[in-house]
């Protein structure tokens, strides 16, 4: 009797080790599912981040690199030039931008036009050139899927961006220019982070008015930085100014 009781309590501890191992199965199999519920869900979550900064009431702020307007002395409208030999020119510009989005994916705002112009020297002579300018902007983002144009990569919009409004050029000594300038044309914006997106754009450029020279134009490659600020992230950074 002793032996089978032995035996008996034996096989009880066997059960519940067992059943104590399943229980542990169980919940780590459980443990598994949340994490993996919890990962999906922060994919998810990320992906409308990136989709939520291009919506109605967020605020763009960055610049592109380069004037944005073409001059009779340089076409060039990419970035900063700088010459290396004895004489040689150099372009230097920015074009500062703020943008409001009034509804998902439509902004306007304002962009600006700085830049100075030195051309390569002949017989000892260059010509010098400030650009300046201040104009509307207008740019629609196009989301996925839209009239059958899809996303190169996961973390990029396509957009068209047009602009337009006063500016001019001035050559010391020369030509001048002072006008109505307009853009247009597509670019993409690649989302570095959930706010800030590296950008390339190809645009038609062009200048009218009075001056010395009536018309100027060229196609410009253009590459910049943008801010993208949700609403209520731009009302904090207001709020806090406005109180120190």
């Known amino acids: 009797m002793k032996n089978l009781d032995v035996m008996s309590s034996a096989n009880d501890r066997q059960i519940k080790t067992l059943n104590r191992g399943r229980q542990n199965g169980i919940a780590s199999g459980n443990a598994l599912k949340k994490a993996l519920l919890m990962t999906v869900a922060m994919v998810l979550g990320v992906v409308g981040i990136s ?7 967020d605020f763009m ?13 340089s076409n060039g409208l ?12 150099y372009n230097v510009g920015l074009s500062p931008k703020i943008g409001y989005f009034v509804a998902d994916n439509f902004l306007i705002g304002v962009a600006t036009n700085l830049g100075f112009t030195k051309s390569p020297e002949v017989n000892g002579e260059s010509a010098k050139t400030t650009v300046y300018g201040i104009q509307a902007l207008s740019r629609y983002y196009l989301f996925p899927g839209q009239v059958g144009v899809d996303n190169l990569l996961k973390k990029g919009r396509f957009f068209f961006e047009a602009n337009g409004g006063i500016a001019g050029f001035n050559v010391k000594d020369g030509n001048s220019t002072n006008g109505f300038a307009l853009g247009f044309g597509p670019g993409y914006s690649y989302f570095i982070t959930d706010n800030v997106a590296l950008e390339t754009s190809v645009k038609y450029n062009g200048l009218a008015g009075g001056g010395d020279t009536s018309y100027t134009h060229s196609l410009g490659l253009n590459l910049g930085i943008q801010i993208f600020l949700p609403s209520s992230q731009a009302g904090n950074i207001i709020d806090r100014e406005t109180n120190n």
């Open 61 to 73: 702020l960055g610049s592109d690199l380069g004037s944005g307007l073409v001059t009779s002395t």
């Open 78 to 89: 990419f970035g900063f030039n700088f010459g290396l030999n004895d004489g040689a020119g």
């Open 51 to 57: 989709n939520a900064q291009l919506s109605e009431g």
